[in-house]
């Protein structure tokens, strides 16, 4: 199990205007993750953010990747990190939002189109498959007539924010299951009815 390397990526915006936003609940996991590790993002060869460590001592190689481009446009970073670490789409696990599920709620896929979701749909189109891992973080629907796009730009509203850690760490023990026990087992415990 320790030569098994995976790339996590979170989607999101770059920059700071954006690391508050629903759109960005991908790259909150990540930072997680990285502090679970006691690892630090870094600039990269790659047009990514990048951070490297084990969750565990003897355990699988994380290289957790935050793309530098608009979610529109993760594509080519996360071409560019799967190549520069020699790695497949199986060891692909993307961590994004998701409009279609409730708030603070967790659920892992492994394959499948992109469900409407742009930053999905480049990366099919850049790593020309839908062959990989996903979790997905429930941000909810917006309310009323709320048009997607700006709900999706906004921070989480106050009472979202009080259980946002829980959701974060729901999600990166989400990541972890399907490191440590594979993608069926974590989907499994996962969707479990609680």
Do not use: C, W
Request: proline share 7%.
């Amino acid at each position: 199990m320790a030569d098994r390397s995976f790339v996590v990526v979170g989607l999101g915006n770059p920059g700071p205007d954006y690391s508050g936003n629903r759109h960005n609940v991908g790259q909150m996991v990540l930072d997680e993750l990285a502090a679970r590790m006691g690892a630090t993002f870094k600039k990269h060869k790659t047009p990514n953010q990048v951070a490297e460590g084990r969750l565990v001592p003897g355990g699988p190689k994380l290289v957790l990747a935050k793309p530098g481009s608009f979610m529109n446009t993760s594509g080519g970073p996360v071409s560019a990190v799967l190549g520069f670490y020699s790695a497949s789409p199986e060891d692909l696990i993307l961590v994004h939002d998701e409009l279609d599920l409730p708030f603070d709620t967790v659920r892992l896929k492994g394959n499948g189109g992109h469900g409407g979701h742009n930053g999905i749909r480049d990366v099919i189109k850049a790593t020309n498959t839908n062959e990989f891992a996903r979790v997905r973080v429930g941000i909810g629907r917006p309310p009323g007539r709320q048009d997607p796009a700006d709900y999706v730009l906004r921070d989480f509203a106050a009472a979202e924010k009080k259980l946002l850690p829980n959701l974060l760490a729901d999600a990166a023990d989400a990541v972890e299951a399907i490191v440590t026990d594979g993608l069926l087992a974590a989907q499994q415990r996962f969707h479990a009815p609680a």
